[in-house]
């Protein structure tokens, strides 16, 4: 069973900073990765999907990685401002079955 | 509607009382997901269909939860005789390639 995990749990910074999130899971035969952000009480926010074969997308101030033979993927947020503040939550698998971690709770302070 | 729709948004239950959740997922996408969250945890995934077939169920947690997806369309996630520990929020998210998740959710069980 595929098995992910989110390091860290929890991350709080200043504004502007440069931050990485880190995605592992242990089982490389995947089809795609997603990452998410989810804000208190709602749904999941779609960020970036990266199928099997491209390493990276990148969106405005984001930009995240793939590498399927060490099992690992990072979110990349550049110059943090407080609206990124949110759980974000990374999934992997194939079309019939998502498996996600537990997330990063940031928070970035004005 | 643009995306995908979930009702109702909260439900409070007393326990051993029966709840369906209905899913409207995006038009013309034939995978769909019913995942359920617990406070401060990543989505765990219950049940997928693709159209109308339930492919995969494995992750329901007993006999009391039940999901149907009779046209393809509309889904509904069924718990029967709700117990406290059912108290979680449902999300459900349809998909081409990207999941896209509704709002959820909610169930409170007294």
């Known amino acids: 069973k595929q098995e992910v995990t989110q390091i860290p749990a929890a991350l709080s910074v200043p504004e502007g900073e440069n931050l990485v999130l880190n995605c592992s899971f242990t089982d490389s035969a995947i089809y795609n990765l997603q990452w998410f952000r989810q804000d208190p009480g709602k749904g999941l926010t779609s960020l970036l999907l990266i199928q099997s074969s491209q390493r990276e997308q990148t969106s405005g101030r984001l930009n995240a990685s793939l590498d399927k033979s060490s099992g690992r993927s990072t979110l990349y947020i550049a110059a943090s401002q407080p609206g990124d503040s949110a759980t974000y939550l990374c999934?992997?698998?194939?079309?019939?079955?998502?498996?996600f971690g537990a997330g990063t709770r940031l928070t970035v302070k004005p | 509607g643009a995306g995908v729709s979930q009702s109702p948004r909260y439900k409070v239950a007393k326990r051993g009382q029966d709840v369906a959740l209905r899913c409207d997922p995006i038009s013309g996408h034939v995978s769909l997901f019913w995942y359920q969250q617990a406070l401060g945890q990543g989505p765990e995934f219950l049940t997928y269909f693709q159209n109308e077939a339930q492919l995969d169920k494995s992750g329901l947690p007993s006999d009391r939860f039940f999901a149907e997806r009779p046209e393809g369309s509309v889904s509904t996630l069924k718990i029967q005789r709700t117990q406290q520990e059912d108290s979680a929020v449902y999300l459900c998210?349809?998909?081409?390639?990207?999941?896209?998740f509704g709002e959820g959710s909610r169930l409170t069980v007294l």
């Open positions: 998210a349809s998909s081409i390639q990207e999941l896209f």
């Open positions: 999934a992997v698998g194939d079309n019939n079955d998502m498996r």
